[in-house]
């Protein structure tokens, strides 16, 4: 199942990926916490929808407002770029 910003999210780690490459090591991410907040960052600057990291750390929330949000898996266990994983939606936002 998808949530309504896998697509948002995918690109705001490709962008990651060509303007910080020193933060990976191919697809192994070298500094977790940099790479959530980074994704966060872009995500917000590119597309103006909140997202929050953590809850837990390998994972941000998104939302439009308060109504829902989504969870999303953005890294393996491991450390490696993971396709952003849908989770659920919260009803009302969770954040």
Known sequence: MNGQWD??????INILQREQPALFRGQQILDRVKFIAEVAR???????ICVKPGGPGDEVG????NGSSEQYDIYESSGRV?????QVTCTPARF
């Open 42 to 48: 872009i995500t917000e600057e590119k597309y103006r």
């Open 7 to 12: 697509a948002e999210l995918w690109d705001a």
């Open 82 to 86: 993971r396709y952003p994983g849908y």
């Open 62 to 65: 998104v939302k439009t407002g």
